[in-house]
Structures are given as C-alpha cells and as structure tokens.
C-alpha cells in the first residue's frame, strides 16, 4: 500500500473489475444488481463492459437470454452460488446457446463451503475449489455438451467508492443491527434454560444460518480489502452485531494467514447504526448532496444514488416530471475527473458553499467552451443555473465534453426546487425545538405536541408531514431521548398518537412503497383498520427498543446534550463522540469500544495486563483508522469524522465503509420493514 489507503482501496475495486472486463470480449454479460452498482461508482457501469468488448449487457434475470449467434456468456453475481442465483443461471442458459460460460461471484470459496456445511467454511489442503468445479461441471450439462467451456471464479466485487474516502457494501445494503424484538425471535426457538438475557450475550453461533452467511460474506469481502491494502489490523467494535462481525474478523482462518506477512498496521472499527439513529433521521446535516441523495427519486435497482431529469438539455416540450422517454443522469461519474472533483465537494462543504462551487464549475465549462455566459455575484438560485445550463442546449461538443457535470449541475437545480427541500426547514425547526422541549418536559408531553399535526390525506396541505414523516419523526424523538419512564402517562400519550396513525393509515388514498411494505399490503384497499394497528402496534415496539439501545453503554450512553441558562440544547453524534474518545490526549483504556482479540496470545496479552504492564490495543495506535457503520451512514457523518480526524489528528488517514448511504426515509424501512435475522440471500 504506497501513498494514501484510500487510492490504494479504490484501486483495488477497479482491479477487480478488471478481471471481469479481461473476459467481457465477444460475451453476452450478465450483471446483479448489487455488482451492478459496485461497477456504476467504480468503472462507469456498462459503458466500460461494452467498451472491453462485450456484445451485449442485461440484467441478472430468468427472463432474459443470448441471442443465437452469442456463443459466450459472463454472469457476475453478488451472491452465493445457490438457490436462485443458480436456478436463474440454469434458466438463462437453457434459454441460449452458449458455448462458453464463465461465472465471477463476488463471494469467496470458503462462504460456498460454509453454505454446504463444511465445518467454519475450512479451505481443503492442496486449494482445491470443490465447490467451483462441481458447478462448472453443472454449467456444461446446461449447455448441453460436457466438451463446451465453464469457468468459477470468485472476484472481490463487494466495494462501490461513493468518494474517495467513502466505500458502501451494496450487497449488504439491508444488514441492520438486531434489536431487542429479534432476540425475543431467537429465545422463542431455545429451551427455556438456553435463553440469552440480553443481547450482548449474543455470539455468531446463535445467529440464524442467514446471517452467519450473511455476516461470513461480508467479513470474507473486508479480507480481500485488507489483502491489497496489505494491512495487519486490530478489530474494535461498539454494539451487539458489530461485535459479532469484528469478533468474526478476528479469527477468520484467511485473514490470520494474511496478518502473519501484512506490512502495514490499521485499527478497525465496527458501530451499530441502531445506538445513534438521530443522525440518521435529523435533518441538521446542511449537506447539499444528503438533500439530493434525500429527494430526487431512487435510480432503479440502485440504494446509493438517483434519477437526474435530463429532460432541459433536450428539445422535448414536456411539465411531467414523470416523463421516462429520456434516460436519467445520475451522481456517479467515475471517468469524469470535473465531475469527480465536484461530486466530492458536494460531500464534504456545506449547502451554501457547495452551490457556489456548483455555479463556479458552471462558468468554467461555459467559458472553456466560448459560450457566452454572463457572470452574476451574490447568491446562487437554482433559475440562475437553469439559464446557464440551456447555453450548453444547443451545442452538441458542449453538451458532450461536459456531460458528467451537467447531470450534478441538473440533481442542484432538481433538489432546490423540489417542493421536499422546502419541508426539510421546517423538519430542522421541529428537531430543534423537539431538543428544547425533551429537556423541559417528559416524553408524553412531546407526543402530545406532535399529536394535533397528525393529519388524514384529506386534510393535509403540501405544508403538512406524511405518514412516512411522522414515522422520522418518531425515530428521532425515541433515539435521542434514550431510556424512558414507563408509566400510564406515557401508554396514554403514545395510545393517542397511535389511534392518530392508524386512522391516517386507513384513509391513505395510495400507499408508497415503505408503507406497503411496513403494513405487508400492496394496496389502500387491503389495508383494513386491524392490519394498520398491528403494524403501527409493532412501530411502538421497535420504538421502545430504540430507547434501550444505549442502555449498556457507559460512556456513549447518551446523544443528547442538555440546555442551560447560556446555551441551547443539542444532539451530539455518537461517531463525534467515539472520534474524540479514540484521540482523547490522555489515552484512557476506551470503556465502550470492545477489542475483539484473534486467538490465545492476546488473550494471554489481556490476561497478563491485570498484573503486569503490558498495553492494550488502542483504536489510535495506527496510521489508518477505518470505520464500518452496521446499518448506514449519512454524508454528512463522513464529513463530520473527517472534520474532527484532521483536527485532532492530521497525520491518521481514515475510511469510511457502510452497508449502505442514508437518508432519513430508509430508517423507517430498516427498523420497521426489514427482517435482520434472515435477511434474503437467496438460498
């Protein structure tokens, strides 16, 4: 790893990409969703197939096939082989009439012998890949002939480089930490005297299949990271699930080979996005691109970016926003250095500084191209860089040279006008004054404030919160309270925001997509009034458990930060906290921040430490400081860790990896709609 770990990591996405490209030639590929956005951020999505050679690129489905002059076929799978990704490869090649079939799955051969059952996923002596050439054996049945040609091979693809100092899993996307409800899951199926008493009695073993698979895929992924940082790391961990990941880590057979020869060091850090979800869902981030990211429409197939309407740098006529005939833009441009630059001042300054930067990237392009751009001072709205997009209209070399940048300058424009940049005010208004009131009065008399703003369809205006705001707004009061008094006063209050909800509930007209999926009905008219309580029963639950989150926590057990007489309540992040915690100038052994030891020297390490003077592994012992939010992180958080690492520390390198970018509408989805303990891995 020469120079900066972030480059040396994103060299490693595009290398192996390039080991997909390298067969692409004369083949018909076929890409999963999840490897698909890993190549949209890391080598400009199909593009870059078609350009080494491909004849064609289609979507991972048992719907599509090859021509009848394709003979050659790549698939690139996020996924183990098994169940259906390989029922839709069997579909696809019966389908064909391919000759040749190579097969690039993003997960290592030691997860395919763990899902067949062999004891801890154990490589066999001698690198045999049983499991890999048992299906190349299957690839050849399928295409009929025993002589044709079927390679397996297992590719790295887990990473998308959103920025250069930010890595998303998208396969990982809806890996969420568990909550109290999934251990009550999990005791429900153990005998009364196996029951664990809370969850940090958790361990890898006691995890449903799913996720072992699940948790082992993702830790596989990070080694292969690791290899080509060629880094020796210390795991750490805050929260019931990263603990299990990092301890896994930890003791992982492949990653133990790789430390004994690793040249550099780094300290990684594993947190449950569960025990500070008020970053998640606030909106206080003042961060052009989490507004973007928050309210243009999701790009399809995709989690971490969004549809750009291109429709103004064309000559079609058209006031609907829902016209499909011109292909969208989108955020990632990988092989548009401009765009590239402005992207990443997108992420890291705030709104106001970002939209000048916005406008400033503008003129340039205009001026590089002799248009006739006259430029105006003072504050940038979006009509101002509408009448400046509209030169580059007519002009096809412009249009061309700059088109990366036209599609951020257009999400700007897009973002600023949109009728939910101008809700997201009076969001932070209700956030600030919530902070003021929690610290005034008790929980109940906050739900009673929110109470007369709950609203029926009817009786909204475009002014008024949603049933989906209502439930971000609900997470951010439960998440920054922390534990609460149960009492009568608090089942009454929460009784009548409850009845509020249900009935607002029942007189949606249309339910989106995160109500459907939050009630389980695809439509208003299967929603009867007993569906819409139980679902809205069960939010309260997962909402009481949002409270307890930090309830084990010494150190971090609070994100909230009383008023006095001279200053004004406020929220403080969990991440800040656990930043300025792991470069406190005093260096006090870190009471939250578990290290997860790989075997019996630091165990014996540990064990000694009580008696004689041997130091403990410290999150701020190394040069490269990487971080792994379990469940999400927002813009604004990645920002704010680089902010606090180069001020208190410049010389630490740091990166950011998550499942997934947030916004504050996925919470609701991940909390409430998603099922931690067996997510679908398709087997």
């Known amino acids: 790893m020469s120079g900066c770990p972030a480059a040396a990591a994103l060299a490693a996405c595009r290398q192996a990409w390039e080991q997909v490209l390298a067969k692409a030639k004369r083949a018909v590929v076929f890409v999963d969703a999840a490897c698909a956005e890993s190549l949209h951020w890391a080598g400009g999505g199909?593009?870059?197939?078609?350009?080494?050679?491909?004849?064609?690129?289609?979507?991972?489905?048992?719907?599509?096939?090859?021509?009848?002059?394709?003979?050659k076929a790549v698939f690139v799978v996020s996924s183990l082989l098994k169940g259906r990704a390989v029922d839709i490869i069997r579909d696809i090649v019966s389908l064909s009439r391919f000759q040749y079939c190579v097969v690039f799955t993003a997960v290592s051969h030691a997860v395919h012998l763990l899902a067949h059952g062999a004891p801890g996923g154990a490589e066999p002596e001698g690198g045999s890949q049983a499991v890999f050439e048992q299906f190349e054996e299957k690839?050849?049945?399928?295409?009929?002939?025993?002589?044709?040609?079927?390679?397996?091979?297992?590719?790295?693809?887990?990473?998308?480089?959103?920025?250069?100092?930010?890595?998303?899993?998208?396969?990982?996307?809806?890996?969420?930490?568990?909550?109290?409800?999934?251990?009550?899951?999990?005791?429900?199926s153990r005998p009364e005297k196996k029951k664990f008493g809370s969850l940090n009695d958790l361990d890898f073993s006691s995890l449903p299949p799913e996720l072992q698979l699940q948790i082992r895929t993702l830790v596989s992924g990070l080694n292969s990271l690791f290899e080509c940082l060629n880094v020796r790391e210390e795991c750490f961990a805050i929260g019931t699930l990263s603990k299990i990941i990092a301890g896994d880590l930890a003791n992982y057979s492949q990653a133990k080979n790789r430390r004994k020869t690793a040249q550099n060091r780094a300290?990684?850090?594993?947190?449950?996005?569960?025990?500070?979800?008020?970053?998640?869902?606030?909106?206080?981030?003042?961060?052009?691109?989490?507004?973007?990211?928050?309210?243009?429409?999701?790009?399809?197939?995709?989690?971490?970016?969004?549809?750009?309407?291109?429709?103004?740098?064309?000559?079609?006529?058209?006031?609907?926003?829902?016209?499909?005939?011109?292909?969208?833009?989108?955020?990632?441009?990988?092989?548009?250095?401009?765009?590239?630059?402005?992207?990443?001042?997108?992420?890291?300054?705030?709104?106001?500084?970002?939209?000048?930067?916005?406008?400033?990237?503008?003129?340039?392009?205009?001026?590089?191209?002799?248009?006739?751009?006259?430029m105006s001072m003072g504050r940038v709205t979006p009509e101002q860089l509408s009448l400046y997009i509209k030169l580059f209209k007519n002009n096809s070399k412009a249009l061309r040279n700059h088109c990366g940048l036209l599609q951020l300058v257009l999400a700007t424009i897009q973002a600023l006008k949109h009728p939910q940049n101008a809700k997201w005010d009076s969001f932070l208004a209700f956030e600030r004054l919530l902070l003021q009131n929690i610290g005034e009065s008790e929980i109940p008399s906050v739900l009673n404030q929110l109470l007369p703003m709950i609203k029926s369809h009817n009786e909204r205006t475009a002014n008024d919160y949603a049933s989906e705001d209502f439930l971000v707004l609900l997470v951010y009061i439960y998440s920054v309270v922390g534990e609460i008094k149960a009492g009568k006063e608090l089942d009454k209050a929460e009784g009548e925001v409850k009845k509020a909800l249900?009935?607002?509930?029942?007189?949606?007209p249309e339910l989106s997509s995160l109500l459907q999926k939050i009630t389980g009905c695809e439509s208003s008219l299967q929603l009867t009034f007993q569906k819409a309580t139980v679902a809205v029963d069960n939010i309260f639950k997962s909402l009481r458990d949002v409270t307890?989150?930090?309830?084990?926590?010494?150190?971090?057990?609070?994100?909230?930060?009383?008023?006095?007489?001279?200053?004004?309540?406020?929220?403080?992040?969990?991440?800040?906290?656990?930043?300025?915690?792991?470069?406190?100038?005093?260096?006090?052994?870190?009471?939250?921040?578990?290290?997860?030891?790989?075997?019996?020297?630091?165990?014996?390490?540990?064990?000694?430490?009580?008696?004689?003077?041997?130091?403990?592994?410290?999150p701020s012992d190394h040069p490269l400081l990487i971080f792994y939010m379990v469940g999400g992180v927002t813009v604004s958080e990645v920002r704010m860790v680089r902010d606090l690492i180069s001020a208190h520390k410049p010389g630490i390198q740091v990166i950011v990896l998550s499942s997934t970018l947030l916004t504050p509408l996925n919470i609701p989805e991940l909390l409430f709609a998603t099922d931690h303990l067996q997510p679908d891995i398709g087997i």
Not at 54 to 70: C, D, H, T
Not at 287 to 305: F, M, Q
Request: hydrophobic letters at 40%; proline letters at 7%.
């Open 139 to 188: 690839l050849c049945q399928w295409m009929g002939n025993m002589n044709y040609t079927a390679e397996v091979r297992h590719v790295p693809l887990l990473l998308a480089p959103v920025s250069p100092h930010l890595f998303v899993t998208p396969a990982f996307a809806s890996l969420f930490p568990v909550t109290p409800q999934d251990l009550a899951r999990i005791n429900a």
């Open 267 to 374: 300290s990684v850090i594993f947190i449950d996005r569960t025990l500070d979800l008020t970053g998640a869902v606030g909106h206080h981030g003042d961060s052009l691109a989490e507004k973007i990211l928050s309210v243009l429409p999701r790009l399809p197939g995709h989690t971490n970016d969004v549809m750009v309407n291109m429709v103004e740098l064309t000559a079609l006529q058209t006031k609907d926003e829902t016209c499909n005939i011109i292909a969208p833009g989108c955020l990632a441009q990988p092989n548009d250095p401009a765009a590239k630059a402005l992207w990443e001042s997108l992420m890291n300054l705030r709104q106001k500084e970002a939209v000048m930067e916005v406008r400033r990237h503008l003129v340039e392009a205009a001026s590089r191209e002799n248009l006739p751009i006259k």
């Open 502 to 508: 249900v009935q607002t509930l029942c007189d949606e």
């Open 548 to 618: 307890r989150a930090r309830m084990h926590m010494k150190q971090f057990n609070s994100v909230y930060v009383p008023g006095s007489n001279t200053c004004q309540a406020t929220y403080k992040p969990l991440l800040k906290q656990v930043v300025e915690e792991i470069f406190n100038s005093d260096r006090p052994d870190p009471v939250d921040i578990e290290h997860l030891s790989a075997g019996l020297t630091d165990f014996l390490k540990t064990g000694f430490s009580m008696f004689m003077k041997v130091s403990r592994p410290h």
């Open 46 to 71: 199909a593009g870059g197939l078609l350009e080494a050679g491909a004849l064609n690129v289609k979507e991972f489905s048992s719907f599509e096939a090859g021509a009848a002059g394709q003979p």
